[in-house]
């Protein structure tokens, strides 16, 4: 299984109102109960809660590659893409002049027909930390998942370039 899934701004934003409201709660009922001595109380327990709250919504969000389907999550729904419904994938550059690994789609209701399932900035530089490291093997496992699927992959040159240069990822061979 390959964990991967890009968060749409509209629900990132929607994630982070909940975990301000979650303080603003957490921090007024505590300040009702107790009395204004324990603001700072009620701000980092509601700020605890919140960063669990956070990371509960993130960890549901996502896309799940396994070896049957494709399994797309949010916190209130999950569907299954079937793999015979994948055309092709792709690593080219998106409207923010950011790298996006997608997959295109046949059939379903999924916007312009693909769904997302990376985006990174552009390799610029070797590994120099932790996202850079797990950005690079989200990429490595993807492709690995995509050539035992065969699914076809097309990947910008330069994009190709940079993935072998910087991060020591081989460009795909004609057979794979």
Same mark, same amino acid.
């Given at each position: 299984?390959? %964990?991967? #899934?890009?968060?749409?701004?509209r629900?990132?934003?929607?994630?982070?109102?909940?975990?301000? $409201?979650?303080?603003?709660?957490?921090?007024?009922?505590?300040?009702?109960?107790?009395?204004?001595g324990?603001?700072?109380?009620?701000?980092?327990?509601?700020?605890?809660?919140?960063?669990?709250?956070? $990371?509960?919504?993130?960890?549901? !969000? #996502?896309? *799940?590659?396994?070896?049957?389907?494709?399994?797309?999550?949010?916190?209130?729904?999950?569907?299954?893409?079937?793999?015979?419904?994948?055309?092709?994938? %792709?690593f080219?550059?998106?409207?923010? /002049? %950011?790298?996006?690994?997608?997959?295109?789609?046949?059939? #379903?209701?999924?916007?312009?027909? *693909?769904?997302?399932?990376? /985006?990174?900035?552009? $390799?610029?530089?070797?590994?120099?930390?932790?996202? !850079?490291? %797990?950005?690079?093997?989200?990429?490595?496992?993807?492709r690995?998942?995509?050539?035992?699927?065969?699914?076809?992959?097309?990947?910008?040159?330069?994009?190709?370039?940079?993935?072998?240069?910087?991060?020591?990822?081989?460009?795909?061979?004609?057979?794979?």
């Amino acid at each position: 299984m390959v %964990r991967a #899934g890009v968060v749409p701004g509209r629900r990132t934003a929607l994630y982070s109102l909940t975990a301000v $409201v979650t303080i603003a709660l957490i921090c007024g009922a505590t300040v009702a109960l107790y009395g204004f001595g324990r603001l700072f109380t009620g701000l980092v327990v509601g700020a605890l809660l919140a960063v669990w709250l956070l $990371v509960l919504l993130f960890r549901r !969000d #996502g896309v *799940e590659l396994t070896d049957t389907a494709i399994v797309r999550r949010t916190p209130w729904h999950t569907d299954t893409i079937p793999w015979n419904r994948v055309v092709a994938g %792709r690593f080219t550059l998106d409207e923010k /002049s %950011r790298w996006s690994l997608a997959l295109d789609l046949n059939g #379903g209701e999924e916007p312009h027909g *693909e769904l997302v399932l990376l /985006s990174i900035p552009p $390799v610029l530089r070797p590994v120099a930390n932790a996202y !850079d490291m %797990r950005k690079r093997e989200q990429v490595n496992e993807i492709r690995t998942m995509l050539r035992q699927q065969r699914i076809p992959i097309t990947v910008l040159p330069e994009i190709a370039a940079a993935l072998s240069e910087h991060w020591k990822l081989a460009p795909p061979t004609a057979n794979s």
